[in-house]
């Protein structure tokens, strides 16, 4: 991936749509190489290649975002999607995880927060904005056994299970009262395990294995 980050904006609604690809057209280090109307056109623009990121709304008419970012995710594993959308219900995060987004924003978010959760994104990190933080966590079940056969020890699971919540590394080691370096090796030890190689990854491991509440 070059320092600039090339962008599909993918919304139904043309004034959003029109207004997502000004709002980013600011930002210096990101490209807007085209925009979909619905998740068909996303995964053809993606197709035609020039992508990193394709910055996707969940409810769209032949396609929708579900279906387009599960394609994506498929069919082209260097493009990420991250989901810009309304809905912060706990079925429209689970299954739009599970479908591969690397990330999830609802439309409150402001150009700066856009900005940040795309290049995080580029970068193979999973971001959420603080609601869907939120959700996520408070769907997390402390002390739930693992439904996996990884061989995850009860910290890894532990470790996992914040990990798709949408906490950070700091974020973690303070909630398990853990130093940072610690955290890291549960993650290089739990990555090793699943077979995971970024933390959006991880994240779809836990929701496929129960790991994660819906």
């Known amino acids: 991936m070059s320092d600039v980050i090339r962008v599909v904006v993918a919304d139904d609604q043309q004034v959003v749509r029109e207004g997502l690809v000004a709002l980013l057209e600011l930002l210096d280090d990101i490209e807007v190489t085209g925009a979909a109307a619905n998740g068909a056109e996303a995964v053809d623009l993606v197709a035609q290649g020039n992508v990193d990121v394709v910055l996707m709304d969940l409810r769209m008419p032949v396609l929708d975002g579900v279906q387009a970012t599960a394609r994506i995710t498929a069919g ?117 395990k699943i077979g995971a190689r970024h933390r959006a990854e991880a994240v779809r491991y836990a929701y496929r294995n129960g790991i994660a509440g819906d």
């Open 76 to 192: 082209f594993p260097d493009v990420a999607v991250l989901v810009l959308t309304t809905y912060a219900d706990d079925a429209s995060i689970a299954t739009a995880l599970r479908a591969g987004a690397r990330g999830y924003l609802t439309k409150d978010a402001g150009r700066a927060e856009i900005g940040a959760a795309l290049r995080s994104t580029a970068a193979g990190q999973s971001t959420f904005d603080p609601e869907v933080s939120r959700r996520l966590i408070a769907g997390l079940t402390p002390g739930a056994p693992a439904k996996d056969a990884a061989g995850l020890t009860s910290r890894e699971t532990e470790v996992l299970r914040l990990i798709a919540g949408g906490l950070s590394n700091p974020e973690i080691a303070k909630q398990l009262f853990i130093s940072e370096a610690t955290v890291k090796t549960h993650i290089n030890n739990t990555f090793a």
